[in-house]
């Protein structure tokens, strides 16, 4: 039978509006992992694929995730056929005299990531998986919990794991050291930002880990803990002002801007809807959360996202290891499953009864101060304009955090060889070379500032380079405008938006001086030079550096710049292909004056949150 990629997805033909559709997606999606438990239960290798850590954890991880499904599923009522196989798993998972031994924490750990959810399921649904265990697994059981606990946990969303674990422990009626608890908690509120903001440690990055760890995990703990009010009332709080502000990170479709690291848990980004209706945190109408939830899952479902066994691949809109972190297992995916937290209500609450209704879409910019973002929504896609964040520690760090414009509906590419200048993608970035064969471009900023909707960018390619970069919205175009001072020539590449290519070269290119435009089938990108002649490129990316499809177009423009001082001004949009996106290409803004902008940002510029995060490295 020949492979067909869609088809192999779990939620492919399901219509996803309503809650028994859920529930069949969920076993959709557990179903293929059952002939790769282990006999003992306890370990699930889904590849022979390695992360950083070692192999015992990575079996843990593919046996624990599934859980932040099932977990809710049997809470609300439903059915599951296998929790005898979980049973046994976590018998002999945590007994060191077994073969499946998942091995003891001793140190920072990535067990300690996946004992949240068996802790969660403990104070979720005791009577599956801690009442029917015999006295020895109860006593392994808990005495591998209060070992790993003791730990340090490392000092961001982690710390969450430990508080999951606690509230497994409580409802077991296993003592343990409350202190550890509390600390982890005060911790945790030294994240925070406000107006619903936190940071994921002390970093310089604010990304997806925030509403699907930090706001997640917070409302699992608003609904669960015991004699908390205090601080479950400001978790609510919090959740409210930031369901104001996330929203504008989906389209109307149901995509999310695709940014940041750990991607390849996919609608896990839309896990902070359904906590809110876990919480019964009513931050929008209900129809609306319903919708955002909804909406995000049905996005999903017709993507190559599975391979033909039905497993979930490592990857984003398909299997792709290029974008994939140092962390991440074949398992690792199956953190999507915890977009099924709601499955805990009834069919009764009204998160489930409320009709769905449509995404708020506003043409007017939306800034965010704290992840430095100004957002835009256009057809069935959102953009993000970004002041450029920092992750120095993950795989293709710069492409997830620091370029200068994010969509949903069009993702972001990844570079494949740091030794091929003239190959490169560079969408949503500006490149320099000085040999025509290595790259600089913006990994992140000395300065970086909003100012009502424009945000502004210091930063250095080299030492001995200085750049200046102003983003400005004009919905559906945005405009770049750079300021290069280099002692040296350079060359340099700057990149439109990414759209899908069609094979047998099916697609229309237009590269002229100072434009290039890609036509394919379902989209038009373009990118202009307001200020200049450089040449217009359409350029054919490599296979597979694209988040949402493999083979893509880049419209870029290409020029020398000359040692002192350059400025260069682009205007850039990307729209699926019809007549207002033709409409759209006639009519490219207007240069900004840059003195306006500069006197703009003295009156009225702000450091972005980001960029004052202090690193601890």
């Not at 499946?100 to 068996?118: C, F, H, K, P």
């Not at 030294?190 to 440690?201: A, C, K, V």
């Not at 435009?517 to 550096?545: F, M």
Request: with cysteine; hydrophobic share 40%.
């Amino acid at each position: 039978m020949t492979y067909d990629p869609v088809s192999a997805n779990p939620l492919s033909g399901n219509p996803l509006t309503s809650r028994d559709d859920v529930v069949g997606g969920l076993h959709a999606l557990f179903d293929p992992l059952l002939p790769y438990f282990s006999e003992g239960g306890a370990r699930v290798r889904l590849d022979g694929a390695a992360a950083h850590f070692d192999r015992a954890a990575a079996d843990l991880e593919g046996f624990a995730r599934p859980l932040w499904g099932l977990t809710p599923l049997a809470a609300g009522g439903g059915s599951f056929e296998h929790w005898e196989l979980y049973r046994r798993g976590l018998a002999n998972g945590t007994d060191p005299e077994h073969p499946e031994y998942w091995g003891a924490v001793n140190s920072t750990d990535q067990r300690m990531v996946e004992l949240a959810a068996i802790g969660f399921t403990m104070r979720m649904v005791p009577q599956h998986v801690w009442a029917p265990l015999s006295q020895k697994a109860k006593d392994n059981l808990a005495a591998y919990l209060l070992h790993a606990r003791q730990f340090d946990y490392a000092d961001n969303n982690w710390k969450f794991f430990r508080i999951l674990v606690d509230l497994g422990l409580e409802e077991c009626g296993v003592d343990f050291d409350r202190s550890l608890t509390e600390k982890y908690l005060e911790e945790l509120d030294g994240f925070y930002l406000g107006e619903g903001w936190y940071r994921d440690g002390n970093v310089r990055r604010i990304d997806h880990y925030i509403p699907f760890a930090m706001h997640f995990y917070g409302l699992i703990y608003a609904k669960l803990a015991r004699g908390d009010e205090k601080r479950v009332a400001a978790y609510k709080e919090r959740a409210v002002a930031f369901a104001k502000d996330i929203r504008h990170w989906f389209d109307e479709d149901g995509g999310t801007l695709a940014f940041g690291r750990s991607l390849t848990y996919r609608f896990a980004c839309g896990g902070f809807w359904g906590a809110l209706a876990f919480a019964d945190v009513e931050a929008l109408p209900w129809g609306e959360i319903k919708g955002q939830f909804m909406r995000h899952l049905r996005w999903w479902a017709d993507k190559p996202i599975a391979h033909g066994n039905g497993v979930l691949s490592v990857g984003y809109g398909y299997p792709n290891l290029f974008m994939s972190e140092s962390y991440n297992s074949a398992g690792s995916p199956y953190w999507a499953l915890k977009a099924f937290l709601p499955l805990a209500l009834g069919a009764d609450h009204p998160f489930w009864t409320a009709e769905e209704t449509p995404a708020v879409i506003d043409e007017t910019p939306i800034p965010l101060r704290h992840p430095g973002m100004v957002m835009m929504h256009t057809k069935g896609n959102v953009v993000a304009l970004s002041s450029g964040q920092q992750n120095w520690q993950m795989r293709n760090g710069t492409e997830k955090y620091a370029k200068f414009v994010y969509s949903s509906r069009y993702g972001f590419s990844v570079e494949v060889d740091e030794r091929a200048y003239h190959q490169g993608a560079f969408d949503g970035a500006l490149a320099f070379s000085d040999d025509g064969r290595h790259y600089r471009v913006r990994e992140t900023n000395e300065v970086a500032q909003i100012a009502g909707d424009t945000l502004y960018a210091r930063w250095k390619p080299w030492s001995d380079v200085s750049v200046e970069t102003w983003l400005l919205p004009a919905n559906p175009w945005h405009i770049r405008v750079h300021r290069i001072t280099t002692p040296r020539a350079l060359h340099a590449t700057e990149g439109g938006f990414a759209i899908g290519r069609a094979d047998l070269n099916a697609d229309r290119l237009r590269e002229e001086a100072g434009r290039a435009v890609a036509h394919s089938a379902t989209d038009l990108s373009v990118i202009v030079d307001l200020a200049g002649t450089r040449d217009g490129r359409t350029q054919k990316a490599y296979p597979n550096t694209n988040l949402i499809v493999s083979k893509t177009l880049v419209p870029q423009l290409r020029g020398d710049i000359a040692a002192g001082t350059t400025v260069l001004v682009t205007a850039a949009m990307a729209m699926p292909a019809g007549s207002d996106a033709e409409a759209a290409l006639n009519k490219p803004p207007a240069a900004p004056d840059l003195a306006a902008l500069e006197a703009l940002f003295a009156r009225e510029g702000i450091d972005v949150s980001a960029i004052l995060v202090p690193e601890r490295f």
